[in-house]
Protein backbone atom coordinates (compact mmCIF):
# COMPACT_ATOMS: atom_id res chain seq x y z
CA UNK A 1 0.00 0.00 0.00
CA UNK A 2 1.24 3.38 -0.80
CA UNK A 3 1.94 5.77 1.72
CA UNK A 4 -1.20 8.41 2.99
CA UNK A 5 -0.04 11.91 1.28
CA UNK A 6 -1.21 14.97 3.93
CA UNK A 7 -2.42 18.41 2.65
CA UNK A 8 -3.31 20.67 4.28
CA UNK A 9 -4.21 18.16 6.95
CA UNK A 10 -6.26 16.09 5.04
CA UNK A 11 -4.79 12.31 4.40
CA UNK A 12 -4.91 11.23 0.39
CA UNK A 13 -4.57 7.52 -0.20
CA UNK A 14 -6.57 4.12 -0.70
CA UNK A 15 -8.00 4.22 2.99
CA UNK A 16 -9.85 7.45 2.52
CA UNK A 17 -12.41 8.73 0.05
CA UNK A 18 -11.13 10.66 -2.66
CA UNK A 19 -10.06 14.03 -2.54
CA UNK A 20 -11.65 16.15 -5.21
CA UNK A 21 -10.14 18.56 -6.52
CA UNK A 22 -11.86 21.79 -8.51
CA UNK A 23 -9.77 23.46 -11.30
CA UNK A 24 -10.34 26.85 -11.84
CA UNK A 25 -8.45 27.31 -14.80
CA UNK A 26 -9.09 30.09 -17.12
CA UNK A 27 -12.70 29.80 -16.16
CA UNK A 28 -12.75 33.07 -14.43
CA UNK A 29 -12.56 34.90 -17.82
CA UNK A 30 -10.45 37.70 -16.16
CA UNK A 31 -12.98 38.88 -13.66
CA UNK A 32 -11.84 38.45 -10.01
CA UNK A 33 -15.28 38.55 -8.66
CA UNK A 34 -15.81 35.94 -10.94
CA UNK A 35 -12.98 33.79 -9.67
CA UNK A 36 -13.67 34.48 -6.16
CA UNK A 37 -17.17 33.14 -6.88
CA UNK A 38 -15.76 29.96 -8.57
CA UNK A 39 -13.60 29.72 -4.70
CA UNK A 40 -16.85 30.04 -2.59
CA UNK A 41 -18.95 28.13 -5.27
CA UNK A 42 -16.64 24.92 -5.09
CA UNK A 43 -16.89 24.69 -1.37
CA UNK A 44 -20.62 24.66 -1.31
CA UNK A 45 -20.67 22.01 -4.48
CA UNK A 46 -18.19 19.53 -2.07
CA UNK A 47 -14.60 20.25 -3.46
CA UNK A 48 -11.68 19.41 -1.25
CA UNK A 49 -9.63 21.53 -3.29
CA UNK A 50 -9.92 24.76 -5.59
CA UNK A 51 -6.53 24.36 -7.68
CA UNK A 52 -5.05 27.43 -10.03
CA UNK A 53 -2.52 27.67 -12.61
CA UNK A 54 0.21 30.04 -11.78
CA UNK A 55 1.60 31.65 -15.24
CA UNK A 56 1.54 34.52 -17.45
CA UNK A 57 1.86 34.31 -21.15
CA UNK A 58 5.54 35.58 -20.86
CA UNK A 59 6.33 32.41 -19.00
CA UNK A 60 4.44 30.26 -21.37
CA UNK A 61 5.40 31.56 -24.43
CA UNK A 62 6.91 33.96 -27.10
CA UNK A 63 4.73 36.39 -28.78
CA UNK A 64 5.06 34.43 -32.57
CA UNK A 65 2.31 33.35 -34.81
CA UNK A 66 4.97 31.21 -36.61
CA UNK A 67 4.68 27.43 -37.42
CA UNK A 68 3.65 25.88 -33.61
CA UNK A 69 2.57 29.02 -32.08
CA UNK A 70 -0.75 28.88 -33.98
CA UNK A 71 -2.91 26.01 -32.87
CA UNK A 72 -4.37 24.46 -35.96
CA UNK A 73 -7.70 22.61 -34.42
CA UNK A 74 -9.44 22.05 -30.96
CA UNK A 75 -11.19 23.91 -29.08
CA UNK A 76 -8.81 26.67 -29.62
CA UNK A 77 -8.36 26.62 -33.21
CA UNK A 78 -6.77 29.79 -34.91
CA UNK A 79 -5.82 31.42 -31.90
CA UNK A 80 -1.98 31.59 -31.08
CA UNK A 81 -0.31 30.45 -27.65
CA UNK A 82 0.27 33.71 -26.62
CA UNK A 83 -3.41 35.05 -27.22
CA UNK A 84 -4.71 31.95 -25.63
CA UNK A 85 -2.56 32.04 -22.28
CA UNK A 86 -2.91 36.48 -21.95
CA UNK A 87 -6.67 35.25 -21.89
CA UNK A 88 -6.85 32.31 -19.66
CA UNK A 89 -3.51 32.92 -17.13
CA UNK A 90 -4.76 34.18 -13.28
CA UNK A 91 -3.20 37.32 -12.49
CA UNK A 92 -0.23 36.94 -9.95
CA UNK A 93 -2.09 39.76 -8.00
CA UNK A 94 -4.97 38.11 -7.41
CA UNK A 95 -3.57 35.07 -6.03
CA UNK A 96 -3.65 36.29 -2.67
CA UNK A 97 -7.09 37.91 -2.42
CA UNK A 98 -8.22 33.88 -3.90
CA UNK A 99 -5.93 32.69 -0.99
CA UNK A 100 -7.62 34.30 1.59
CA UNK A 101 -11.10 33.85 0.59
CA UNK A 102 -10.46 29.93 0.35
CA UNK A 103 -8.67 29.93 3.46
CA UNK A 104 -11.35 31.54 5.17
CA UNK A 105 -14.01 29.20 3.94
CA UNK A 106 -12.00 26.29 5.37
CA UNK A 107 -11.34 25.67 1.54
CA UNK A 108 -7.74 23.95 0.85
CA UNK A 109 -6.33 25.70 -2.12
CA UNK A 110 -3.01 25.52 -4.45
CA UNK A 111 -1.69 25.95 -7.96
CA UNK A 112 0.28 24.66 -10.77
CA UNK A 113 3.48 26.47 -11.23
CA UNK A 114 4.90 26.58 -14.76
CA UNK A 115 7.87 27.94 -13.92
CA UNK A 116 10.30 28.65 -11.08
CA UNK A 117 9.08 32.39 -10.54
CA UNK A 118 5.63 30.71 -10.03
CA UNK A 119 7.08 28.32 -7.81
CA UNK A 120 8.84 31.37 -5.65
CA UNK A 121 5.41 33.60 -5.36
CA UNK A 122 3.68 30.04 -4.39
CA UNK A 123 5.70 29.50 -1.74
CA UNK A 124 5.42 33.31 -0.30
CA UNK A 125 1.88 32.54 -0.13
CA UNK A 126 2.55 29.17 1.98
CA UNK A 127 0.84 26.81 -0.84
CA UNK A 128 0.00 23.45 0.77
CA UNK A 129 0.89 21.48 -2.35
CA UNK A 130 2.24 22.00 -5.87
CA UNK A 131 0.43 20.61 -8.96
CA UNK A 132 2.52 20.28 -12.16
CA UNK A 133 0.52 19.61 -15.62
CA UNK A 134 0.78 16.92 -17.92
CA UNK A 135 3.08 19.41 -20.63
CA UNK A 136 5.24 20.29 -17.80
CA UNK A 137 5.54 17.07 -16.66
CA UNK A 138 9.16 16.37 -19.12
CA UNK A 139 10.09 19.96 -17.34
CA UNK A 140 11.69 17.64 -15.28
CA UNK A 141 14.12 21.06 -13.60
CA UNK A 142 10.55 22.64 -12.61
CA UNK A 143 9.49 19.55 -10.71
CA UNK A 144 12.68 19.16 -8.96
CA UNK A 145 12.23 23.19 -7.63
CA UNK A 146 8.98 22.43 -6.38
CA UNK A 147 9.76 19.23 -4.73
CA UNK A 148 12.86 21.37 -2.91
CA UNK A 149 10.28 22.76 -1.52
CA UNK A 150 9.43 20.00 0.90
CA UNK A 151 5.69 19.98 -0.15
CA UNK A 152 3.54 17.38 -1.66
CA UNK A 153 3.60 17.07 -5.50
CA UNK A 154 0.33 15.75 -7.73
CA UNK A 155 1.97 15.30 -10.88
CA UNK A 156 0.00 14.54 -14.26
CA UNK A 157 0.56 12.18 -16.94
CA UNK A 158 -1.15 13.33 -19.96
CA UNK A 159 0.77 12.71 -23.37
CA UNK A 160 3.72 10.81 -20.92
CA UNK A 161 4.87 6.97 -22.09
CA UNK A 162 5.80 5.16 -18.89
CA UNK A 163 9.81 5.72 -18.95
CA UNK A 164 8.93 9.62 -19.22
CA UNK A 165 6.81 9.48 -15.89
CA UNK A 166 9.69 7.11 -14.23
CA UNK A 167 11.88 10.26 -14.72
CA UNK A 168 9.50 12.44 -13.25
CA UNK A 169 8.90 10.23 -10.35
CA UNK A 170 12.98 10.31 -9.82
CA UNK A 171 12.66 14.16 -10.55
CA UNK A 172 10.22 14.27 -7.23
CA UNK A 173 12.67 12.62 -4.82
CA UNK A 174 11.43 12.08 -1.37
CA UNK A 175 8.97 14.99 -2.24
CA UNK A 176 5.29 13.58 -1.25
CA UNK A 177 3.64 12.27 -4.35
CA UNK A 178 0.88 11.41 -6.37
CA UNK A 179 0.30 11.00 -9.84
CA UNK A 180 -3.17 11.92 -11.85
CA UNK A 181 -3.57 9.47 -14.74
CA UNK A 182 -4.63 11.79 -17.79
CA UNK A 183 -5.68 12.17 -21.07
CA UNK A 184 -4.66 15.94 -22.31
CA UNK A 185 -7.60 15.69 -25.10
CA UNK A 186 -9.73 18.54 -24.44
CA UNK A 187 -12.42 17.11 -24.66
CA UNK A 188 -11.20 13.60 -24.26
CA UNK A 189 -13.95 11.14 -25.42
CA UNK A 190 -14.46 8.03 -23.07
CA UNK A 191 -12.43 5.55 -25.12
CA UNK A 192 -9.60 7.20 -24.62
CA UNK A 193 -9.68 6.90 -20.64
CA UNK A 194 -7.91 3.61 -20.62
CA UNK A 195 -9.10 3.50 -16.61
CA UNK A 196 -7.24 0.69 -16.10
CA UNK A 197 -4.02 2.43 -16.27
CA UNK A 198 -4.81 4.03 -12.87
CA UNK A 199 -4.23 0.67 -10.27
CA UNK A 200 -0.79 -0.17 -12.52
CA UNK A 201 0.08 3.22 -12.04
CA UNK A 202 0.03 3.35 -8.53
CA UNK A 203 1.51 -0.55 -8.47
CA UNK A 204 4.17 0.40 -11.07
CA UNK A 205 5.74 3.41 -8.59
CA UNK A 206 4.63 2.79 -5.53
CA UNK A 207 2.06 5.74 -4.92
CA UNK A 208 -1.40 6.78 -4.66
CA UNK A 209 -2.74 7.32 -8.16
CA UNK A 210 -5.42 9.16 -9.52
CA UNK A 211 -6.97 10.70 -12.32
CA UNK A 212 -7.24 14.24 -13.74
CA UNK A 213 -10.23 14.00 -15.87
CA UNK A 214 -10.98 16.19 -18.70
CA UNK A 215 -14.34 14.08 -20.19
CA UNK A 216 -18.08 15.30 -20.51
CA UNK A 217 -20.00 14.79 -17.18
CA UNK A 218 -19.10 12.92 -14.40
CA UNK A 219 -19.64 8.72 -15.18
CA UNK A 220 -15.72 8.37 -16.12
CA UNK A 221 -14.56 9.94 -12.43
CA UNK A 222 -16.91 7.75 -10.85
CA UNK A 223 -15.66 4.81 -12.80
CA UNK A 224 -12.01 5.92 -11.76
CA UNK A 225 -13.04 6.04 -7.81
CA UNK A 226 -14.48 1.98 -8.36
CA UNK A 227 -11.06 1.63 -9.88
CA UNK A 228 -8.91 2.87 -7.02
CA UNK A 229 -8.39 6.46 -7.70
CA UNK A 230 -7.28 8.12 -4.43
CA UNK A 231 -7.88 11.94 -6.15
CA UNK A 232 -9.87 13.33 -8.86
CA UNK A 233 -9.34 16.51 -10.64
CA UNK A 234 -12.40 18.36 -12.95
CA UNK A 235 -12.60 21.47 -14.15
CA UNK A 236 -15.10 23.21 -12.84
CA UNK A 237 -17.05 26.85 -14.32
CA UNK A 238 -20.13 28.95 -12.89
CA UNK A 239 -21.88 28.15 -16.07
CA UNK A 240 -20.88 26.57 -19.83
CA UNK A 241 -23.74 29.28 -21.60
CA UNK A 242 -21.33 31.80 -20.09
CA UNK A 243 -18.19 30.83 -21.59
CA UNK A 244 -14.42 30.28 -20.42
CA UNK A 245 -11.50 29.10 -22.16
CA UNK A 246 -11.91 25.32 -20.43
CA UNK A 247 -15.90 25.52 -19.96
CA UNK A 248 -16.87 23.16 -22.97
CA UNK A 249 -15.09 20.17 -20.67
CA UNK A 250 -16.03 21.70 -16.67
CA UNK A 251 -18.92 20.85 -14.42
CA UNK A 252 -21.09 23.77 -13.26
CA UNK A 253 -21.78 23.48 -9.54
CA UNK A 254 -24.53 21.27 -9.34
CA UNK A 255 -23.10 18.81 -11.18
CA UNK A 256 -20.09 19.07 -9.51
CA UNK A 257 -22.13 18.41 -6.25
CA UNK A 258 -23.85 15.32 -7.82
CA UNK A 259 -20.36 13.84 -8.83
CA UNK A 260 -18.96 14.50 -5.89
CA UNK A 261 -21.54 12.22 -4.02
CA UNK A 262 -21.51 9.68 -6.62
CA UNK A 263 -17.58 9.45 -6.14
CA UNK A 264 -17.63 9.28 -2.65
CA UNK A 265 -20.32 6.50 -2.88
CA UNK A 266 -18.52 4.61 -5.24
CA UNK A 267 -15.45 4.61 -2.47
CA UNK A 268 -17.76 3.59 0.28
CA UNK A 269 -19.25 0.66 -2.14
CA UNK A 270 -15.37 -0.66 -2.08
CA UNK A 271 -15.02 -1.69 1.02
CA UNK A 272 -13.46 -4.68 1.61
CA UNK A 273 -13.21 -8.02 0.60
CA UNK A 274 -15.80 -9.47 2.91
CA UNK A 275 -18.19 -12.58 2.64
CA UNK A 276 -21.08 -13.71 5.10
CA UNK A 277 -23.80 -11.48 6.77
CA UNK A 278 -23.23 -7.71 6.45
CA UNK A 279 -25.52 -5.46 8.69
CA UNK A 280 -28.01 -4.61 6.00
CA UNK A 281 -29.23 -8.39 5.80
CA UNK A 282 -29.12 -8.53 9.54
CA UNK A 283 -32.53 -10.98 10.01
CA UNK A 284 -32.39 -11.90 6.01
CA UNK A 285 -31.24 -15.42 6.67
CA UNK A 286 -34.53 -16.38 8.23
CA UNK A 287 -36.09 -16.08 4.65
CA UNK A 288 -34.12 -18.40 2.98
CA UNK A 289 -35.14 -21.55 2.06
CA UNK A 290 -35.11 -24.47 4.28
CA UNK A 291 -37.40 -27.93 5.11
CA UNK A 292 -40.68 -27.54 6.26
CA UNK A 293 -43.43 -29.72 7.24
CA UNK A 294 -45.75 -29.34 4.02
CA UNK A 295 -48.06 -32.08 4.90
CA UNK A 296 -49.36 -33.79 8.14
CA UNK A 297 -47.29 -36.82 8.97
CA UNK A 298 -48.33 -39.20 12.22
CA UNK A 299 -46.05 -40.99 14.58
CA UNK A 300 -43.65 -43.27 12.90
CA UNK A 301 -45.13 -43.10 9.15
CA UNK A 302 -42.03 -42.37 6.93
CA UNK A 303 -41.13 -38.92 5.53
CA UNK A 304 -41.63 -38.18 1.47
CA UNK A 305 -41.01 -35.60 -0.60
CA UNK A 306 -44.78 -34.87 -0.31
CA UNK A 307 -44.65 -34.17 3.52
CA UNK A 308 -41.16 -32.26 3.72
CA UNK A 309 -40.34 -29.53 1.14
CA UNK A 310 -37.51 -26.80 1.21
CA UNK A 311 -39.65 -23.53 1.20
CA UNK A 312 -39.41 -19.90 2.80
CA UNK A 313 -39.09 -19.03 5.77
CA UNK A 314 -35.38 -20.05 7.44
CA UNK A 315 -36.51 -21.88 10.22
CA UNK A 316 -36.18 -25.10 9.29
CA UNK A 317 -32.89 -27.50 8.27
CA UNK A 318 -31.16 -26.19 5.44
CA UNK A 319 -32.24 -27.69 2.08
CA UNK A 320 -29.03 -29.84 1.55
CA UNK A 321 -30.04 -32.00 4.45
CA UNK A 322 -33.16 -33.31 2.52
CA UNK A 323 -31.98 -36.07 0.93
CA UNK A 324 -30.64 -37.72 4.21
CA UNK A 325 -34.12 -37.01 5.81
CA UNK A 326 -36.31 -38.43 2.99
CA UNK A 327 -37.06 -42.15 4.40
CA UNK A 328 -36.68 -41.10 8.24
CA UNK A 329 -39.95 -41.65 10.41
CA UNK A 330 -41.54 -39.59 12.05
CA UNK A 331 -40.66 -39.74 16.53
CA UNK A 332 -44.47 -37.83 16.97
CA UNK A 333 -47.01 -36.47 14.79
CA UNK A 334 -45.97 -33.57 12.59
CA UNK A 335 -47.99 -30.88 11.82
CA UNK A 336 -48.20 -28.97 8.27
CA UNK A 337 -46.11 -25.79 8.76
CA UNK A 338 -43.59 -26.85 11.30
CA UNK A 339 -40.05 -26.11 10.47
CA UNK A 340 -38.45 -29.37 10.34
CA UNK A 341 -35.62 -29.97 12.97
CA UNK A 342 -33.75 -33.51 14.16
CA UNK A 343 -35.29 -34.08 17.10
CA UNK A 344 -38.29 -34.61 15.11
CA UNK A 345 -36.65 -37.86 12.94
CA UNK A 346 -36.78 -40.96 15.09
CA UNK A 347 -33.41 -42.61 15.66
CA UNK A 348 -32.55 -44.71 12.15
CA UNK A 349 -33.22 -47.89 12.12
CA UNK A 350 -36.65 -47.51 14.11
Not at 8 to 21: A, C, D, E, K, M
Not at 112 to 124: G, I, K, M, Q, Y
Not at 140 to 156: D, E
Amino acid sequence: MPRDVIINGRPIGPGHPPYLIAEMSGNHQGDLNRALALVDAAKEAGADAVKLQTYTADTLTIDHDGPGFLLEGGLWKGRTLHDLYREAHTPWEWHGPLFERARAIGLTIFSSPFDDTAVDLLERLDVPAFKIASFEMNDLPLIRRAARSGKPLIISTGLATLGEIGEAVEAAGDAPLVLLHCVSGYPTPPEDCNLRTIPHLAQAFGVAAGLSDHTHGAAVPVAAAALGAVVIEKHFTLSRAEGGVDSAFSLEPAEFMAMADSVRTAWAALGRVHYGVKPSEAGGRDYRRSLYVTADVAAGEALSAASIRSIRPGFGLEPKHLPAVLGRRAARALTRGEPLRWDMLAPEGE
